[in-house]
T-cell receptor, first 112, second 115 residues
Framework: SQQGEEDPQALSIQEGENATMNCSYK?????LQWYRQNSGRGLVHLIL?????REKHSGRLRVTLDTSKKSSSLLITASRAADTASYFC????????????FGTGTRLQVTL | DSGVTQTPKHLITATGQRVTLRCSPR?????VYWYQQSLDQGLQFLIH???????AKGNILERFSAQQFPDLHSELNLSSLELGDSALYFC??????????????FGAGTRLSVL
């Protein structure tokens, strides 16, 4: 079973708007990562945030991490139609080294 | 293009059969991971190999096995296939052993359909 959940499960916005996705987890993490998956394709790594970091930016992406609430959020600013995809958070837990535990994903639809 | 190559892209087979999925990691990566993505279970970690040795096991069925060869490519063998094994199977690779800040690069996947 998967650790934690993501919400919303699906999000539909218009181009130019911001999209925010949330991820929760249950056990201590080493880091938390966000991946994007275009329909039925492989996952693409977006950003990694360490457990001792609170915020990280990469281009139009902003990730926050609140370890006290065991939650993270991914913000995509000024969204584009090409951002349409599923977004997954993946937790690398402490003590289980290599394994990434993926959330359930958020399906983002950006319309023109 | 992630640099991780998976073959075949699609595989259609019957229940009870055995198949082999192949993965070539990115140049220089020593770790290979296998994941299964299905509608009901989502993305599940199966197994991790580092430089030919098994390092971690996840929810991998006994009917499934994997290995990593000296040239670092990996194969996932699925036997006595059942309808429920139909899924996308992903391979990922990373440079290190998997500890530390472990960014994994994913292949395009093999879509397995068991009829």
């Amino acid at each position: 079973s998967q650790q934690g959940e993501e919400d919303p499960q699906a999000l539909s916005i218009q181009e130019g708007e911001n999209a925010t996705m949330n991820c929760s987890y249950k056990t201590s993490i080493n880091n938390l990562q966000w991946y994007r998956q275009n329909s039925g394709r492989g996952l693409v790594h977006l950003i990694l945030i360490r457990s001792n970091e609170r915020e990280k930016h990469s281009g139009r992406l902003r990730v926050t991490l609140d370890t006290s609430k065991k939650s993270s959020s991914l913000l995509i600013t000024a969204s584009r139609a090409a951002d349409t995809a599923s977004y997954f958070c993946a937790k690398q837990n402490t003590g289980t080294a290599s394994k990434l535990t993926f959330g359930t994903g958020t399906r983002l639809q950006v319309t023109l | 293009d992630s640099g991780v190559t998976q073959t075949p892209k699609h595989l259609i087979t019957a229940t009870g059969q055995r198949v082999t999925l192949r993965c070539s990691p990115r140049s220089g990566d020593l770790s290979v991971y296998w994941y299964q993505q299905s509608l009901d279970q989502g993305l599940q970690f199966l197994i991790h190999y580092y430089n030919g040795e098994e390092r971690a096991k996840g929810n991998i069925l006994e009917r499934f096995s994997a290995q990593q060869f000296p040239d670092l490519h990996s194969e996932l063998n699925l036997s006595s296939l059942e309808l429920g094994d139909s899924a996308l199977y992903f391979c990922a690779s990373s440079v290190g052993e998997g500890t530390g800040q472990n960014i994994q690069y994913f292949g395009a996947g093999t879509r397995l359909s068991v009829l």
